[in-house]
Protein backbone atom coordinates (compact mmCIF):
# COMPACT_ATOMS: atom_id res chain seq x y z
CA UNK A 1 0.00 0.00 0.00
CA UNK A 2 1.68 3.24 -1.07
CA UNK A 3 2.22 6.52 1.15
CA UNK A 4 0.13 8.38 -0.92
CA UNK A 5 -2.93 5.62 -0.52
CA UNK A 6 -1.75 5.59 3.28
CA UNK A 7 -2.53 9.50 3.00
CA UNK A 8 -5.72 9.35 1.83
CA UNK A 9 -6.97 6.68 3.84
CA UNK A 10 -5.74 9.04 7.16
CA UNK A 11 -7.68 12.00 5.08
CA UNK A 12 -10.71 10.32 5.12
CA UNK A 13 -11.24 10.63 1.57
CA UNK A 14 -11.26 5.96 1.30
CA UNK A 15 -13.91 4.24 3.36
CA UNK A 16 -13.25 0.89 1.28
CA UNK A 17 -10.26 -0.74 -0.18
CA UNK A 18 -9.71 -3.64 -2.41
CA UNK A 19 -6.35 -5.06 -2.08
CA UNK A 20 -5.52 -7.93 -4.57
CA UNK A 21 -2.06 -9.24 -6.19
CA UNK A 22 0.63 -10.59 -3.49
CA UNK A 23 -1.44 -10.01 -0.39
CA UNK A 24 0.64 -12.36 1.23
CA UNK A 25 4.06 -10.53 1.00
CA UNK A 26 5.08 -8.82 4.00
CA UNK A 27 5.41 -5.39 5.00
CA UNK A 28 8.09 -3.45 6.46
CA UNK A 29 7.70 -1.60 9.30
CA UNK A 30 10.48 0.69 11.23
CA UNK A 31 12.53 1.92 8.36
CA UNK A 32 15.57 0.35 6.49
CA UNK A 33 17.76 0.63 9.69
CA UNK A 34 15.61 -1.04 11.50
CA UNK A 35 13.28 -3.34 9.76
CA UNK A 36 10.43 -5.69 10.78
CA UNK A 37 8.32 -7.79 8.61
CA UNK A 38 4.59 -8.17 9.47
CA UNK A 39 2.05 -9.77 7.25
CA UNK A 40 -0.49 -7.51 5.13
CA UNK A 41 -4.06 -8.67 7.33
CA UNK A 42 -1.21 -7.72 10.83
CA UNK A 43 -0.22 -4.37 9.45
CA UNK A 44 -4.15 -3.76 8.38
CA UNK A 45 -5.83 -4.47 11.53
CA UNK A 46 -2.51 -3.21 14.28
CA UNK A 47 -1.05 -0.59 11.98
CA UNK A 48 -3.76 0.92 9.67
CA UNK A 49 -7.01 0.40 11.22
CA UNK A 50 -5.82 0.36 14.77
CA UNK A 51 -7.69 3.27 15.83
CA UNK A 52 -10.97 1.45 15.05
CA UNK A 53 -13.00 0.39 17.75
CA UNK A 54 -13.88 -2.87 15.91
CA UNK A 55 -11.80 -4.78 13.94
CA UNK A 56 -13.14 -8.00 12.13
CA UNK A 57 -12.32 -10.55 9.62
CA UNK A 58 -14.17 -12.39 7.56
CA UNK A 59 -13.05 -15.52 5.21
CA UNK A 60 -15.70 -18.34 3.93
CA UNK A 61 -13.76 -21.12 5.87
CA UNK A 62 -13.51 -19.67 9.30
CA UNK A 63 -16.27 -17.31 9.42
CA UNK A 64 -16.45 -14.31 11.49
CA UNK A 65 -13.34 -13.55 13.58
CA UNK A 66 -12.14 -10.82 15.86
CA UNK A 67 -9.43 -9.18 16.91
CA UNK A 68 -10.33 -9.56 20.42
CA UNK A 69 -11.88 -11.84 21.95
CA UNK A 70 -14.92 -9.58 23.26
CA UNK A 71 -15.34 -8.73 19.48
CA UNK A 72 -17.33 -12.38 19.01
CA UNK A 73 -19.84 -12.14 21.87
CA UNK A 74 -20.17 -8.35 20.78
CA UNK A 75 -21.46 -9.63 17.54
CA UNK A 76 -23.42 -12.90 18.71
CA UNK A 77 -25.13 -10.44 21.14
CA UNK A 78 -25.95 -7.88 18.61
CA UNK A 79 -27.07 -9.97 15.92
CA UNK A 80 -29.63 -12.37 17.99
CA UNK A 81 -30.41 -9.87 20.99
CA UNK A 82 -29.18 -12.45 23.80
CA UNK A 83 -26.30 -12.41 26.35
CA UNK A 84 -23.76 -14.18 25.16
CA UNK A 85 -20.86 -15.46 26.76
CA UNK A 86 -17.54 -15.85 24.45
CA UNK A 87 -17.55 -19.53 25.77
CA UNK A 88 -20.79 -20.02 25.21
CA UNK A 89 -21.51 -21.73 21.64
CA UNK A 90 -23.41 -20.39 19.22
CA UNK A 91 -23.03 -21.52 15.57
CA UNK A 92 -23.34 -18.24 13.24
CA UNK A 93 -23.06 -19.21 9.26
CA UNK A 94 -20.26 -18.78 7.57
CA UNK A 95 -21.82 -18.50 3.82
CA UNK A 96 -21.74 -15.28 2.21
CA UNK A 97 -25.71 -15.50 1.48
CA UNK A 98 -26.59 -15.98 5.52
CA UNK A 99 -23.55 -13.98 7.38
CA UNK A 100 -23.37 -10.80 5.31
CA UNK A 101 -26.87 -9.74 6.17
CA UNK A 102 -26.15 -10.33 10.29
CA UNK A 103 -22.39 -8.43 9.41
CA UNK A 104 -25.29 -5.57 7.65
CA UNK A 105 -27.35 -5.52 11.19
CA UNK A 106 -24.09 -5.54 13.13
CA UNK A 107 -22.97 -2.28 11.12
CA UNK A 108 -25.77 -0.43 11.46
CA UNK A 109 -26.11 -1.04 14.94
CA UNK A 110 -22.67 -0.34 15.83
CA UNK A 111 -22.63 2.60 13.56
CA UNK A 112 -25.57 3.97 14.73
CA UNK A 113 -23.53 4.46 18.29
CA UNK A 114 -20.82 5.62 16.29
CA UNK A 115 -18.08 3.35 16.92
CA UNK A 116 -15.77 2.90 13.33
CA UNK A 117 -15.13 -0.62 12.19
CA UNK A 118 -12.99 -2.02 9.63
CA UNK A 119 -13.88 -5.39 8.25
CA UNK A 120 -11.19 -7.22 6.36
CA UNK A 121 -12.54 -9.70 4.10
CA UNK A 122 -9.52 -12.41 2.80
CA UNK A 123 -10.24 -14.28 -0.34
CA UNK A 124 -13.07 -11.65 -1.23
CA UNK A 125 -12.88 -13.14 -5.02
CA UNK A 126 -14.33 -16.57 -3.92
CA UNK A 127 -17.77 -14.53 -2.55
CA UNK A 128 -17.84 -12.57 -5.96
CA UNK A 129 -20.16 -14.28 -8.77
CA UNK A 130 -17.50 -15.86 -11.13
CA UNK A 131 -19.31 -13.66 -14.18
CA UNK A 132 -18.79 -10.68 -12.45
CA UNK A 133 -17.11 -7.85 -14.65
CA UNK A 134 -16.22 -5.01 -13.48
CA UNK A 135 -17.59 -1.65 -15.59
CA UNK A 136 -15.71 0.03 -17.94
CA UNK A 137 -17.57 2.67 -19.08
CA UNK A 138 -20.09 5.48 -17.68
CA UNK A 139 -23.16 3.40 -18.44
CA UNK A 140 -22.34 0.16 -16.87
CA UNK A 141 -21.03 1.96 -13.68
CA UNK A 142 -24.22 3.46 -13.67
CA UNK A 143 -26.36 0.09 -14.65
CA UNK A 144 -24.06 -1.53 -11.74
CA UNK A 145 -25.00 1.29 -9.34
CA UNK A 146 -28.49 1.74 -10.11
CA UNK A 147 -28.99 -2.29 -9.64
CA UNK A 148 -26.94 -2.28 -5.94
CA UNK A 149 -29.74 0.47 -5.65
CA UNK A 150 -32.55 -1.39 -6.04
CA UNK A 151 -31.08 -4.21 -4.02
CA UNK A 152 -30.22 -2.41 -1.56
CA UNK A 153 -32.29 -3.36 2.08
CA UNK A 154 -31.44 -0.10 4.32
CA UNK A 155 -32.35 3.06 2.45
CA UNK A 156 -30.06 4.77 5.21
CA UNK A 157 -26.94 3.16 3.27
CA UNK A 158 -27.93 5.03 0.29
CA UNK A 159 -26.01 7.81 -1.10
CA UNK A 160 -28.27 11.54 -1.10
CA UNK A 161 -28.55 11.26 -4.54
CA UNK A 162 -30.59 8.28 -4.71
CA UNK A 163 -32.74 9.01 -1.46
CA UNK A 164 -34.18 11.99 -3.41
CA UNK A 165 -35.46 9.64 -6.10
CA UNK A 166 -38.45 7.84 -6.65
CA UNK A 167 -38.26 4.25 -6.86
CA UNK A 168 -39.91 4.19 -10.14
CA UNK A 169 -37.31 6.67 -11.54
CA UNK A 170 -34.42 4.57 -10.20
CA UNK A 171 -36.53 1.35 -11.98
CA UNK A 172 -37.01 3.08 -15.87
CA UNK A 173 -33.06 4.62 -15.73
CA UNK A 174 -32.21 0.75 -15.00
CA UNK A 175 -34.68 -0.75 -17.55
CA UNK A 176 -33.32 2.21 -19.86
CA UNK A 177 -29.89 1.09 -19.48
CA UNK A 178 -30.07 -2.57 -19.86
CA UNK A 179 -31.64 -2.17 -22.97
CA UNK A 180 -28.29 -0.09 -24.23
CA UNK A 181 -26.16 -2.24 -22.88
Known sequence: MGKGTCEEYLGKT????????????????????????ISLKSFLSDELFASRDIIMFYDRSPGVQF????????????????VISSK?????PRDPQRIFPLLEQYFLLRRSQNKS???????????????????????????????????????????????????????????ELKILG
Open 14 to 37: FNQFVLHGNIRDKVMLGGVRNPTF
Open 117 to 175: IACIIDFAETIVPADFIPPSYPDEMELQILAAVIECTSYSLLPAKYKKMDRDQIASRFE
Open 67 to 82: NDKNGMADFKRAVTGD
Open 88 to 92: QSVDL
